[in-house]
């Protein structure tokens, strides 16, 4: 039974880390609302690039454009949000799981856990494994569309990287992206996973909107998709707007800071969630703040 589980879990490590990226939302802003490569340079350093990234496996994603491609294959270095290392990848499994003896029914209630059961065993994840995963950890892997999780786009590149005998930085630690979830109330983590269950039937078309703004390179139609998602009530709006706050304002902070030193080496390739770059709250402005000028190259 623990290697079935583990295996379980380690599957949906990488689902964890795409799900950042649906769950997020920004402020509007008509600076950065287009385009997913961008070169950003100071005087004196070698051009850098770095890549809006959307976290799934379709084909029309990771089939890279040759500006990208090329971008990517002068690079001298790849930076990504973190690595996607086994290590890594054991840590996010672990910790989505009580240690406590604690289950999720504890949290959930009878009620709402039936109504898990069967979505979750799409998700591969059978009933008698599901007791023991954490609410935020569910609402996750409710907001990604089952895929192939060795194949997103993220996971490719690093792929790449690997391929290229290119260093791999990594702007986050496992833990830190973990502690945004962990750091959520169980009254907010609740009440996200019954939005989630919700809004399941939407989320293939969600998705694909998702995917068709993505290949148009249009930041603020993501945003929009993302925030038109949302439930409307007053308790989801609040719990929403916690979460937004340390899922993309607090990270975009500490990934400007993390990426300079590899920025200023020149020749990176850094390759982030595409909302991140958006907005005067994004990496993009956070950097051309700090000095950078920003060019979209695609």
Same mark, same amino acid.
């Given at each position: 039974?623990?290697?079935?589980?583990?295996?379980?879990?380690?599957?949906?490590?990488?689902?964890?880390?795409?799900?950042?990226?649906?769950?997020?939302?920004?402020?509007?802003?008509?600076?950065?609302?287009?385009?997913?490569?961008?070169?950003?340079?100071?005087?004196?350093?070698?051009?850098?690039y770095i890549f809006g990234t959307i976290h799934i496996d379709d084909k029309r994603v990771t089939a890279l454009p040759? =500006? /990208?491609?090329?971008?990517?294959?002068? !690079?001298?270095?790849? #930076? +990504?949000?973190?690595?996607?290392?086994?290590?890594?990848?054991?840590?996010?499994?672990?910790?989505?799981?009580?240690?406590?003896?604690?289950?999720?029914?504890?949290?959930?209630?009878?009620?709402?856990?039936?109504?898990?059961?069967?979505?979750?065993?799409?998700?591969?994840?059978?009933?008698?494994?599901?007791?023991?995963?954490?609410?935020?950890?569910?609402?996750?892997?409710?907001?990604?569309?089952?895929?192939?999780?060795?194949?997103?786009?993220?996971?490719?590149?690093?792929?790449?990287?690997?391929?290229?005998?290119?260093?791999?930085?990594?702007?986050?630690?496992?833990?830190?992206?973990? =502690? /945004?979830?962990?750091?959520?109330?169980? !009254?907010?983590?609740? #009440? +996200?996973?019954?939005?989630?269950?919700?809004?399941?039937?939407?989320?293939?078309?969600?998705?694909?909107?998702?995917?068709?703004?993505?290949?148009?390179?249009?930041?603020?139609?993501?945003?929009?998709?993302?925030q038109g998602s949302a439930d409307d009530s007053a308790e989801v709006r609040a719990a929403n707007q916690r979460l937004?706050?340390?899922?993309?304002?607090?990270?975009?902070?500490?990934?400007?800071?993390?990426?300079?030193?590899q920025l200023q080496e020149g020749g990176a390739f850094v390759a982030i969630g595409a909302l991140h770059l958006y907005?005067?709250?994004?990496?993009?402005?956070?950097?051309?703040?700090?000095?950078?000028?920003?060019?979209?190259?695609?």
């Amino acid at each position: 039974m623990k290697k079935i589980f583990l295996k379980s879990a380690w599957r949906t490590g990488i689902a964890l880390l795409a799900a950042c990226a649906m769950f997020t939302a920004a402020q509007a802003q008509d600076d950065f609302t287009q385009g997913l490569l961008w070169r950003v340079e100071k005087p004196g350093v070698a051009p850098n690039y770095i890549f809006g990234t959307i976290h799934i496996d379709d084909k029309r994603v990771t089939a890279l454009p040759e =500006a /990208v491609r090329r971008s990517f294959d002068d !690079a001298r270095s790849f #930076t +990504m949000e973190v690595s996607l290392d086994d290590a890594n990848l054991m840590t996010l499994a672990t910790r989505m799981v009580y240690d406590d003896g604690r289950t999720l029914t504890d949290a959930t209630g009878p009620e709402l856990f039936r109504k898990l059961v069967p979505i979750m065993q799409q998700h591969g994840v059978p009933e008698q494994l599901l007791p023991a995963f954490r609410p935020w950890a569910i609402t996750l892997m409710l907001e990604v569309p089952q895929q192939d999780s060795m194949e997103v786009l993220d996971f490719r590149l690093y792929q790449m990287a690997q391929e290229q005998n290119k260093p791999v930085h990594e702007l986050e630690t496992a833990e830190e992206q973990i =502690a /945004v979830f962990e750091g959520m109330s169980e !009254a907010d983590q609740l #009440t +996200m996973l019954k939005d989630a269950v919700a809004h399941y039937p939407d989320i293939a078309q969600q998705t694909e909107q998702l995917v068709q703004a993505y290949l148009a390179r249009d930041l603020a139609q993501m945003w929009r998709i993302n925030q038109g998602s949302a439930d409307d009530s007053a308790e989801v709006r609040a719990a929403n707007q916690r979460l937004e706050q340390k899922l993309l304002d607090e990270r975009n902070v500490r990934m400007a800071q993390r990426m300079q030193p590899q920025l200023q080496e020149g020749g990176a390739f850094v390759a982030i969630g595409a909302l991140h770059l958006y907005g005067d709250h994004g990496v993009l402005a956070l950097l051309a703040h700090d000095g950078w000028r920003a060019t979209r190259v695609y």
